[in-house]
């Protein structure tokens, strides 16, 4: 049975095609939308340019989840900066994009993990972000009702929260708009255009844009645009998949973890669900080409991780050679990542979170949907200009962290485009890391 998709918010696109602007993003998921209101507030001219519809791909399809709780080291300040936004966007916005400061948990039964959060907080605390470790009686009962399991204790963050991921990058859409961005759908940008090696413009299926700055922001599609740029940049990709429920009487705010299931109260009344760090991994070009850079990664996550041989291998195989060497462009014939869910991964997760918590226990699937999470060797995303070729800016490999870091990104890269200040250092985001020898190994903890 074709299992029912979450709706999206739908913006009134943009249909004329300017001729110049200052900046040209490429991508309107979170960190795309994010960015070109972030750029329309400073008064720069900006066009929006999305393959497919606004948020249709990985930005709409994650948890929700808004956390500083649990971020690497390296990703802590900007986490922290996006969660000072995130209680900002409704008024600024004059839309309500769903956030709600509900709290982040994480249960756990296990000894080792007690000890990775002791750890870790060694990096968050003196950045100010104040998270609690709770003991056994406290963990015990943050779920109303009796647990079926015992838990050791929990870790806590109760400035983090969760916000709706179908409204959220439509609605920083719309107000980029309303400040002059030009925001066009089904408009799939080919290659860039270059004098004297700078940015100059790009190219698009509708015509040409002459501009002084780009910003990739194109989520799994980012290392296939970036080859046609000679700019290499190790990709991986995760399906996962998700589920929802219809709305629940027994109502728990806070976004829960555990390390067999996770999921969070909906702005709708319902639960979304999913199966904690599990997805599949297919084998691809991509992935051999870049799989001595992710096996430090593959070694350390490889029991949550179903790695498969299918198709995906020859239909990324010819996009590739379409692409690169015959100008076909595949953004044209790919305008939105559509997966199908793991149905078997969300039934035992919406099982497992019912034999635990027997005050959900009558909780019901009402739909799923899976998605593609890209990835980078350590985690941790690009956010970076390109050296060799000025006037380029990428922001991506988020894996999985995207959406809740979404607004402190948008903020960094209009710092970056204008010249300005960063707000955090931007160190641990420079491009150079994938491709200079760097160390790249996830932070193992969480």
Same mark, same amino acid.
């Given at each position: 049975?074709?299992?029912?998709? /979450?709706?999206?918010?739908?913006?009134?696109?943009?249909?004329l095609l !300017?001729?110049?602007? @200052?900046?040209?993003?490429i %991508? #309107?998921?979170? #960190?795309?939308?994010?960015?070109a209101?972030?750029?329309?507030?400073?008064?720069?001219?900006?066009a929006?340019?999305?393959? %497919?519809i606004?948020?249709?791909?990985q930005?709409?399809?994650?948890w929700?989840?808004?956390?500083?709780?649990?971020?690497?080291?390296d990703?802590?300040?900007? #986490?922290?900066?996006?969660?000072?936004i995130? !209680?900002?966007?409704?008024?600024?916005?004059?839309?309500?994009?769903?956030?709600?400061? &509900?709290?982040?948990?994480?249960? &756990? @039964?296990?000894?080792?993990?007690?000890?990775?959060?002791?750890?870790? /907080?060694?990096?968050?605390?003196?950045?100010?972000?104040?998270?609690?470790?709770?003991?056994?009686?406290?963990?015990?009962r943050?779920?109303?009702?009796?647990?079926?399991?015992k838990?050791?204790?929990?870790?806590?963050?109760k400035?983090?929260?969760?916000?709706?991921p179908?409204?959220?990058?439509?609605?920083?859409?719309?107000?980029?708009?309303?400040?002059?961005? $030009?925001?066009?759908?089904?408009?799939?940008?080919?290659?860039?255009?270059? &004098?004297?090696?700078?940015?100059?413009?790009?190219?698009?299926?509708?015509?040409?844009?002459i501009? =002084?700055?780009?910003?990739v922001?194109? +989520?799994a599609?980012?290392?296939?645009f970036?080859?046609?740029?000679?700019v @290499?940049?190790?990709?991986?990709?995760?399906?996962g998949?998700?589920?929802?429920?219809?709305?629940f009487?027994?109502?728990?705010?806070?976004?829960?973890?555990?390390p067999?299931?996770?999921?969070?109260?909906?702005? =709708?009344?319902?639960?979304?669900?999913?199966?904690? +760090?599990?997805?599949?991994?297919?084998?691809?070009?991509?992935?051999?080409?870049?799989?001595?850079?992710?096996?430090?990664?593959?070694?350390?996550?490889?029991?949550?991780?179903?790695?498969?041989?299918?198709?995906?291998?020859?239909q990324?195989l010819?996009?590739?050679?379409?692409?690169?060497?015959?100008?076909?462009?595949?953004?044209?014939?790919?305008? *939105?990542?559509?997966?199908?869910?793991?149905?078997?991964?969300?039934?035992?997760?919406?099982?497992?979170?019912?034999?635990?918590?027997?005050?959900?226990?009558?909780?019901?699937?009402?739909? #799923?949907w +899976?998605?593609?999470? =890209?990835?980078?060797?350590?985690?941790?995303?690009? *956010?970076?200009?390109?050296?060799?070729?000025?006037?380029?800016i990428?922001?991506?490999?988020?894996? %999985?962290? %995207?959406?809740?870091?979404?607004?402190g990104?948008?903020?960094?890269?209009?710092?970056? $485009?204008?010249?300005?200040a960063?707000p955090? @250092?931007?160190? !641990?985001?420079?491009?150079?890391?994938?491709?200079?020898?760097?160390?790249?190994? !996830?932070?193992?903890?969480?």
């Open positions: 049975m074709k299992q029912l998709k /979450q709706p999206l918010e739908r913006i009134h696109a943009d249909q !300017p001729n110049k602007v @200052d900046v040209v993003v %991508g #309107a998921g979170i #960190a795309g939308t994010s960015a209101w972030e750029l329309s507030k400073k008064g720069l001219k900006v929006l340019l999305e393959k %497919g606004v948020s249709a791909e930005s709409s399809r994650n929700g989840w808004c956390r500083q709780q649990g971020r690497a080291p990703e802590l300040e900007l #986490a922290k900066l996006s969660l000072e995130w !209680p900002t966007l409704a008024a600024e916005l004059g839309r309500d994009p769903g956030f709600r400061t &509900t709290g982040v948990t994480f249960l &756990t @039964d296990k000894e080792e993990e007690l000890e990775g959060w002791c750890q870790w /907080q060694k990096h968050a605390i003196p950045l100010g972000i104040h998270s609690e470790l709770l003991g056994a009686d406290q963990a015990n943050i779920v109303p009702g009796d647990s079926s399991k838990w050791l204790g929990a870790l806590t963050t400035s983090d929260g969760r916000a709706e179908s409204h959220t990058a439509p609605y920083l859409a719309m107000a980029a708009q309303a400040n002059g961005a $030009v925001v066009i759908e089904n408009c799939a940008v080919h290659s860039l255009e270059k &004098t004297n090696g700078k940015v100059s413009g790009v190219n698009t299926e509708r015509g040409r844009i501009c =002084d700055s780009v910003i922001a194109a +989520g599609w980012t290392s296939l970036l080859r046609k740029c000679h @290499d940049f190790p990709q991986a990709y995760v399906h998949s998700v589920s929802y429920s219809a709305p009487e027994t109502q728990v705010q806070s976004c829960i973890s555990t067999y299931f996770s999921f969070r109260s909906r702005q =709708d009344g319902g639960y979304t669900v999913a199966k904690s +760090g599990r997805g599949t991994v297919y084998l691809t070009p991509t992935l051999l080409r870049y799989a001595i850079k992710f096996w430090p990664t593959y070694q350390i996550r490889r029991k949550n991780v179903k790695l498969q041989l299918s198709g995906h291998f020859w990324e010819k996009r590739e050679f379409d692409y690169l060497y015959r100008d076909i462009s595949p953004f044209k014939q790919n305008r *939105i990542i559509d997966p199908e869910p793991d149905m078997e991964l969300l039934g035992d997760a919406m099982k497992q979170l019912g034999n635990v918590f027997p005050a959900l226990s009558d909780l019901k699937m009402a739909g #799923a +899976g998605g593609l999470i =890209d990835s980078t060797p350590d985690a941790i995303p690009v *956010i970076s200009h390109i050296d060799s070729v000025p006037g380029l990428v922001a991506a490999g988020f894996s %999985g962290h %995207g959406f809740g870091l979404g607004p990104v948008g903020r960094v890269l209009s710092c970056m $485009v204008t010249g300005a960063a955090i @250092d931007l160190k !641990p985001f420079r491009y150079c890391r994938m491709i200079d020898g760097t160390k790249l190994s !996830p932070y193992i903890h969480f």
